[in-house]
């Protein structure tokens, strides 16, 4: 794979911008259609389902720590993060960034699945990560007395299954049975202990003639069905009278149009009904260089049993009536965290497992320095968000009165090309810089610690705030070419806002899986011993 980085001719300029108010409305109304995506940020892999009133969501995170986000809908449109499945990646010690030979990029947590079991008022989150299956629950949640409310997430490790269920689903029978369906062309169903510790038997029911994979089980009007994807154009529906087969095939969808141009096909998704009786599919479109962005349609069921997407002008639409009516509501995705809160809310994930002695909440995150290198891929405890799309800014006010000689503490815009606004703290100057063309080779080793492409002022003496602002446009252009642009900011007061360096281009490429982020790191060169304090950060659509 070739990484190339465009768009660095962009204009050396130095614009004032002021800052937007926080707080606007960004969730969906209320009226009578909603818009894909239903929510514009990366969520791949995605498992659906319901409990109650309450619509849960899993995602893949891969080497962000904690991985497998749980986030909640009261109407399958807008969505709230309010937990992790997987609090730390203990599968291998690489997944803590010891060394620039010793990661996990692109390892962890891929497409794995979430299901609530009313029975013992349990989710269970089940995932293969490099060639074992792990369980995770959460019991006594409450949801089922609750109409899906859950009072107290509790996420461990239950079990290691030492076997692959490559991209699993899990499905709960009426009679609480266990099955996971998985695998890769040759789709396996395996039924398991129902402890879900152990594996009671598995066999092959469906050969695939190309390459099929993402299962979703489910059991719907007394019929058992697998829907998979053929990557990345069409989603497949199995459909058998029994968990083990034999299973029929249909497509559900090929290629169809929409409902976002420059994305790819919406496909590896699931299915999920809705208290009076109406299904959905939500698929995934690859929408680099944002990641992969989840889009609904509802699906209607033939009297043969089969599914059949709701098209609009034979393509996928891009609005549908809204699938609830219902007053009850979620936060919107952006705005400011101030972290008030007593643990990070879960829209954080750490780049890897942070190292838990070096950070805290204390009026904000404290992140001292935790790695000495001159390498961002290399060190610890660089905390991600997600970007929403399409266009947003993430301000990072950042206390960076306690940067020692040598640290280095910026804002990012992470993945496996990126570029950064820092300080660059040398004896007692604190020096503003904007970093570009960090990458990682296709094998994910580092390629460039990255060249600094401008030098700002030097902060003044005693200076303690500096707010540090990230401006992305994610709008898909995966099949489209087009190189979005992200530009870099500082303010000394929060208001005036100062551009730094010239655009930078993003890859659209796919191979890294996980889309671009906002990024706040703290690092030394010379010695351990420094820290900063991110005051606040704030989302805002552009
Ligand atoms: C969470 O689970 C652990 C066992 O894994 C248990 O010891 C602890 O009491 C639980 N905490 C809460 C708040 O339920
Ligand atoms: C932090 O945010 C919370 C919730 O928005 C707000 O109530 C609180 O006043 C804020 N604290 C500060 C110090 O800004
Ligand atoms: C980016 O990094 C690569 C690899 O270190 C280097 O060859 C290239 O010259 C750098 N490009 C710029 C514009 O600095």
Known sequence: MHISISGLLGAWLALTAVAKPVGEPELQSRATDFTNPILW???PDLDVSRVGDVFYYSSST????????????????????????????????????????????????????LQYRKSDDTFYWIGCIEGKTYVYSSPNSGAGANNGEVNNWNWSLRATINKCYYDCGLFFDDDNTVYVAYGNTDIQVAQLSNDVKSEVRSQSVYKGSVTIEGSRMYKVNGNYY??????????????????FGPYEQKVLVASISGPISNAGYAHQGGIVGTKDNKWYYIGFLDAYPGGRIPVSAPITWGSDGWPSLVKVNNGWGLTYPMPVSTSKTVPAPVGTDNFSSSALSHEWEWNHNPDT??????????????TITNDLFTARNTLTHRIIGPKSHGTFRIDVSKMQDGDRAGAALFRDVAAYIGIYKEGSSSRLVMVNNLSLNSDWSTKSTGTIAATGPTLASGATDVWLRVQADITPAFSGGATRQTTFWYSTDGNNFQ?????????????FFTGYRFAVFNHATKALGGQITVKSFTMQKY
């Open 41 to 43: 940020q990366d969520h």
């Open 62 to 113: 891969f080497a962000f720590s904690p991985g497998a986000p749980v986030l909640k809908s009261y109407d399958l449109v807008n969505w709230t993060p309010v937990s992790h499945s997987v609090p730390r990646l203990d599968f291998a010690s690489k997944y803590n960034l010891n060394s620039a030979t010793d990661r996990a990029y692109v390892k962890g947590i891929w497409a794995s699945s």
């Open 226 to 243: 697998i829907f998979v994807t053929r990557p990345a154009n069409e989603e497949w529906v199995l459909k058998s009278k029994s968990p």
């Open 357 to 370: 002695t070096k950070w805290k909440l204390t009026n904000g995150v404290q992140l001292q320095t935790a």
């Open 499 to 511: 551009q730094l360096g010239p655009a930078f281009g993003m890859t659209n490429t796919w191979q």
